[in-house]
């Protein structure tokens, strides 16, 4: 068996589904393990999780923690990976695309910086110890997906925020789950 990747960027066709089935089956292999699920979106598949598992002890291993901007992600990234010796664990974010945006309208005058604080980010995901997942619901690029918003004559790209899930998948993912 091959070494599991340090950083993957998931695309789930059912996200409910494959992300309790994911965090169910890695909870279940090791009592010591636990899950730090980052979200923009309060998107965490409770019911879904309920649904698979009778096992309550496994809701206690489970940290959900909600994030609205990159700084906010970099300073609770910062403190679990410090604290990375205490239990082994899974990072999963879900909605980092979101994150990107909020910083962007709250940081309009200093874009670079939010992708230096975006590659500090996925640099500590990459070198945490037991691996990192970024949950994507972009597709990702074979053409130029194009749709029309409105009334509107103009024709707009459906790929919101691809070219951050691009960026991150080309330059920090070890894999692409899909």
Same mark, same amino acid.
């Given at each position: ?10 695309? %789930?066709? =059912?996200?409910?589904?494959? #992300?309790?089935? *994911?965090?169910?089956? *890695? /909870? ?10 980052? $979200?923009?979106?309060?998107?965490? %598949?409770?019911?879904? /999780?309920?649904?698979?598992?009778? $096992?309550?002890?496994?809701? $206690? ?5 909600? #994030? &609205? =901007? ?5 300073? !609770?990234? /910062? ?25 962007? !309208? ?5 874009? =670079? ?5 975006? +590659?500090?980010?996925? &640099?500590? &995901?990459?070198?945490? %110890? ?9 597709? %990702? ?14 024709? +707009?790209?459906?790929? &919101? =925020? ?6 991150? +998948? ?9």
């Amino acid at each position: 068996m091959g070494k599991e990747a340090q950083l993957s960027l998931w695309i %789930p066709r =059912d996200f409910n589904e494959q #992300c309790s089935q *994911y965090i169910h089956d *890695y /909870l279940c292999e090791e009592a010591t393990h636990i899950v730090y699920y980052i $979200d923009s979106i309060n998107s965490f %598949p409770i019911h879904d /999780l309920q649904r698979i598992t009778k $096992d309550t002890a496994i809701f $206690d291993r489970i940290q959900m923690i909600t #994030c &609205l =901007d990159m700084v906010e992600l970099q300073s !609770i990234v /910062l403190r679990i990976v410090k604290s990375g010796g205490e239990m082994e664990g899974k990072i999963i974010i879900h909605g980092i695309d979101t994150m990107m945006t909020n910083s962007t !309208i709250q940081m309009s005058n200093n874009k =670079d910086q939010i992708y230096k604080i975006l +590659n500090h980010i996925l &640099l500590q &995901l990459r070198f945490y %110890p037991i691996g990192s997942r970024i949950i994507s619901e972009y597709t %990702p690029a074979v053409g130029t997906a194009k749709r029309r918003r409105g009334n509107d004559k103009k024709w +707009n790209d459906t790929r &919101l =925020d691809n070219n951050v899930m691009e960026y991150i +998948n080309k330059y920090y993912c070890d894999e692409e789950v899909i």
